[in-house]
C-alpha cells in the first residue's frame, strides 16, 4: 500500500448509528487532517493533527470525534449524525507542519457518507 | 485570510496548452501560492507551489506575477486526464482553504 488510504469508501448510516471512519497514511509523515466537502460546497478543514496531538478543531459539532493514536492512523468517530452531514469526508497528510505554507499535502481517496 | 479568485469553469482542446488564472490582490509576504487539483470520485491531488519565482515540475508550471497579486497555472498539453477542479491555494500555515475553484473541460 502506498500513499494515503481510507476505509470505508462508501458508508450509509442511520441518525442513530455509530460509525468509524479509518485513515491510514504510508508516507512516513507526522501531520494528518480530516476535511468535509459537501455537495457545491468548498473543502473544510476539521481537524489537524501533529505527532499525535491535535492542534486545530474548527468549531466541529461534537457529534465527530478524532483520534490519532499514531502518527500513521487516523480516525473519525461519528455518532448521533444529520442528514446534513452526508457528504465526502477526506482525508490527508503532510511530512511536518514546521514547514508553514511550504508543505504539501497528500490526499486520501475520500469516504462518501450517507445519513439516512 | 487572503482570499482567492478564479474562474468557475475553463474550456481547453487536448493537446494544446491550458492557462488557468488566479488573482489574490491581499496576498501577504509570508504566503504560498499552492494548486491542488481534484479529479472525479478522488481527493485534490497537489500539483505545484511557488513563492516568488516562476516554478516547474513534471506536471505543471506557476507562473507568478511580479507583484504576487496573481498567477498562473500553465498546463503545456492537456489531455482527458487533465479534467478537473483545479484550486488556487493561499498558505502561510497549517490551513489552506479552498474555494470553488476552475472546473476544467478538455475537449478531443
Known amino acids: 500500500e502506498t500513499g494515503v488510504t481510507q476505509t470505508p469508501r462508501h458508508l450509509v448510516m442511520g441518525m442513530t448509528n455509530k460509525k468509524s471512519l479509518k485513515c491510514e497514511q504510508h508516507l512516513g509523515h507526522n501531520a494528518m487532517y480530516w476535511y468535509k466537502q459537501s455537495a457545491k460546497k468548498p473543502l473544510e478543514l476539521m481537524f489537524v493533527?501533529?505527532?499525535?496531538?491535535?492542534?486545530e478543531n474548527n468549531s466541529v459539532p461534537s457529534r465527530f470525534s478524532p483520534e490519532c493514536p499514531n502518527s500513521s492512523h487516523l480516525f473519525l468517530h461519528l455518532h448521533t449524525l444529520q442528514p446534513e452531514d452526508s457528504a465526502l469526508y477526506l482525508c490527508?497528510?503532510?511530512?511536518?507542519?514546521?514547514?508553514?505554507?511550504?508543505?504539501?499535502?497528500?490526499f486520501g481517496p475520500g469516504t462518501r457518507l450517507t445519513v439516512l | 485570510d487572503a482570499k482567492t479568485t478564479q474562474p468557475n469553469s475553463m474550456e481547453s482542446n487536448e493537446e494544446e496548452p491550458v492557462h488557468l488564472p488566479c488573482n489574490h490582490s491581499t496576498i501577504s509576504g509570508t504566503d504560498y501560492i499552492h494548486w491542488y487539483r481534484q479529479l472525479p470520485s478522488q481527493g485534490p491531488e497537489y500539483v505545484i507551489h511557488g513563492l516568488t519565482s516562476n516554478v516547474n515540475n513534471r506536471m505543471a508550471s506557476l507562473a507568478i506575477a511580479e507583484d504576487r497579486k496573481s498567477s498562473t497555472l500553465i498546463l503545456h498539453r492537456a489531455t482527458l486526464r487533465d479534467a478537473a477542479v483545479y484550486y488556487c491555494?493561499?498558505?502561510?500555515?497549517?490551513?489552506?482553504?479552498f474555494g470553488a475553484g476552475t472546473r476544467l473541460t478538455v475537449k478531443p
Open positions: 491555494i493561499l498558505r502561510d500555515s497549517i490551513n489552506m482553504r
Open positions: 490527508a497528510s503532510s511530512q511536518t507542519l514546521g514547514l508553514a505554507g511550504r508543505d504539501t499535502q497528500y
Open positions: 493533527y501533529s505527532l499525535e496531538e491535535r492542534v
